[in-house]
C-alpha cells in the first residue's frame, strides 16, 4: 500500500496546488505553478507531521532524479530543428546577453563562498553552485542532481538548490513586476498590459471551455498501440541512448584515466545525455521516417506531467533543519543573484540587445531566475499579442541556450569540477566565458544594434 499512498500523496498536492491557484487572489498574483504551490503545502504538513507520513512520502527523495531524465529526454522530440545559422542569425544578440545572465550568476554564487562566506560559515565550494542551479536551472535541475551531490559529498546541495529555485520563482515575479513598472515610467515598454487587464485564465490557469488549446494530436491508431504509450517508449528510447552514452564515457576514462584523481563521469548525471538520447532520435526520425510518429506537443505534455510530480516531490522533501543552519549564508548569495540580474536589465539590456530591449531582458530575466513560464508571463505584460520580436528571439535563443547552461551540460560539468578542482577552478572559468561573450558581442553582434 506504500506505494499507492505514495502517488496518492503526490497527485493530492498537485490538486491542492491547483484549488489554491484558483480560489486565492495573492497567489494568483505571484503566477506560481500549481505543482511550485502543492510542493510547499506537502513541505509544511511534513515538517508538522514528522514520520507520521512517512507512508505517504515513500520514494520521494529519489523520485526527481529519475523523473528529470523524462523531462530532458523529451525537450526535442517532435520538434522541427532548424539549422545553427538560422538560429544565430535570429537570436544571436538574445543568445549572449542570456550567456553572460547565466555565467554571471556563477560568477556570484562562487565569489560570495570563496572571497567571503566560505571562510565566515564553514560552507564548501560547491555552496556557491546552489545559486546558478536554483535560479537558472530550476526545480528540475536541482532535484536531478540530488543523486549527484550525495556522491560528492554534500548531501545537503540539492535542498539549497531546491531552495533557490523555490526563492528565484517568487523573486522573478516580485522583482519583474517593478522593474515593468519603472520600464512604463521611463518609456521603455512600447506595449504594456497591466496586472488588472489579465484574462482570468491568466491568473488562475483555468482555460474557458471555448478557448481550450490542443494538448497534442495522436499519431498512431488506438488498435496498434496508444499513441501516449508510443510516445513514453519514445522516450524511453531517448534515455536508453543517454544511458548508453554515460556507460561508454564512464568506460573510455577508466580505461585511460583510470589513475587520475579526476573522475568527470563517474559523478555525471543521467539527465543531460537523454537530452542528447532525445535529438539523436528525433535527427534519426525526421531523416527516416516518411511520416513521424511523434508529436511535440504531446511530448511536451508528457515532459510537463514529469515535471510538475518532480517539483512536487522535491519541493515536499526539502530538509528545513538543513536550509536553518546556512539561512545567513544562503540569504546572502540569493539576495547577490537577485541584484546581479537587476543589474542586467537595468545596464547590460539597453547596450547589448537590439530593438526591444527591456521586453527581451524581462523575458530573460524571469527565465533566469526561474523557469521558461515565468520568463514568457513577464513577456506576456509587455508584449500581450507578441507585437515585438522578442518572443521570437528568446525562443531561438533557447535552442542553443538550455542544452548547456539550463540545467544542461556546464551545469553537470561544473558541480563536479567544483568538487574535484575547488571553486577558484570554476569561477575563473565563469570569469572568462563573460569576457569571450562580451568580445563576441563587440565583435560580431554591435553591429545588430538597430533601434526601430
Known amino acids: 500500500m506504500t506505494i499507492v499512498t505514495s502517488f496518492c500523496g503526490l497527485c493530492l498536492l498537485l490538486a491542492i496546488g491547483m484549488f489554491l491557484r484558483v480560489k486565492i487572489k495573492f497567489i494568483q498574483r505571484l503566477y506560481l505553478p500549481s505543482a511550485v504551490i502543492g510542493g510547499i503545502i506537502g513541505l509544511i504538513f511534513i515538517q508538522i507531521s514528522g514520520s507520521r507520513l512517512d507512508n505517504w512520502t515513500v ?13 530532458f529526454a523529451s525537450l526535442f522530440l517532435g520538434a522541427a530543428i532548424p539549422s545553427l545559422s538560422v538560429i544565430w542569425d535570429r537570436a544571436a544578440p538574445q543568445l549572449a546577453y542570456g550567456q ?3 555565467w554571471g550568476q556563477w560568477v556570484v554564487g562562487l565569489g560570495f563562498v570563496m572571497i567571503l562566506l566560505g571562510s565566515l560559515f564553514k560552507v564548501p565550494d560547491l555552496f556557491g553552485a546552489a545559486l546558478p542551479i536554483g535560479f537558472e536551472g530550476g526545480h528540475g535541475t536541482a532535484g536531478g542532481l540530488r543523486d549527484t551531490f550525495i556522491q560528492l559529498g554534500w548531501n545537503e546541495g540539492s535542498d539549497f538548490s531546491l531552495a533557490s529555485a523555490t526563492a ?24 504594456l498590459k497591466q496586472q488588472d487587464d489579465m484574462t482570468a485564465e491568466e491568473l488562475t490557469g483555468l482555460y474557458p471551455v471555448e478557448k481550450r488549446p490542443s494538448a497534442g494530436q495522436q499519431t498512431v491508431s488506438a488498435d496498434s498501440i496508444d499513441s501516449v504509450a508510443l510516445h513514453l517508449a519514445i522516450i524511453g528510447i531517448a534515455i536508453f541512448i543517454g544511458y548508453s552514452i554515460k556507460v561508454v564515457l564512464m568506460a573510455i576514462e577508466n580505461q585511460f584515466f583510470g589513475d587520475t584523481e579526476v573522475k568527470l563521469f563517474a559523478g555525471f548525471p543521467l539527465f543531460p545525455l537523454c537530452m542528447i538520447g532525445g535529438l539523436i532520435v528525433q535527427l534519426v ?3 527516416r521516417a516518411r511520416i513521424s510518429p511523434v508529436d511535440h506537443k504531446l511530448m ?9 510530480f518532480l517539483v512536487v516531490a522535491a519541493i515536499s522533501t526539502i530538509r528545513i533543519d538543513v536550509i536553518a543552519k546556512g539561512i545567513v549564508p544562503f540569504t546572502i548569495i540569493i539576495i547577490g543573484g537577485i541584484i546581479w540580474n537587476i543589474f542586467c536589465v537595468r545596464v547590460l539590456a539597453r547596450r547589448m540587445l537590439p530593438n526591444y530591449w527591456f521586453e527581451r531582458a524581462i523575458a530573460e530575466m524571469g527565465k533566469s531566475m526561474g523557469v521558461t513560464a515565468t520568463g514568457l508571463l513577464l513577456l506576456r505584460i509587455v508584449d500581450p499579442e ?18 548547456f547552461m539550463g540545467g544542461g551540460l556546464w551545469t553537470s560539468i561544473a558541480v563536479i569540477l567544483i568538487a574535484q578542482k575547488g571553486g577558484w577552478f570554476v569561477l575563473g572559468i565563469a570569469i572568462m566565458a563573460i569576457v569571450v561573450w562580451f568580445v563576441i558581442w563587440r565583435l560580431f553582434l554591435k553591429k545588430k544594434m538597430q533601434q526601430p
Open 300 to 308: 511536451q505534455r508528457m515532459g510537463g506531467t514529469a515535471l510538475d
Open 100 to 102: 553572460i545572465v547565466a
Open 59 to 71: 520514494g520521494w527523495t529519489s523520485l526527481p532524479g529519475f523523473l528529470i531524465n523524462i523531462v
Open 168 to 191: 528565484g520563482i517568487i523573486s522573478a515575479i516580485i522583482t519583474g513586476i517593478a522593474l515593468i513598472n519603472w520600464a512604463a515610467k521611463k518609456g521603455y515598454v512600447s506595449i
Open 285 to 287: 526520425i525526421s531523416r
Open 386 to 403: 507578441q507585437e515585438t520580436e522578442a518572443a521570437s528571439a528568446f525562443g531561438y535563443k533557447q535552442l542553443l541556450h538550455e542544452p
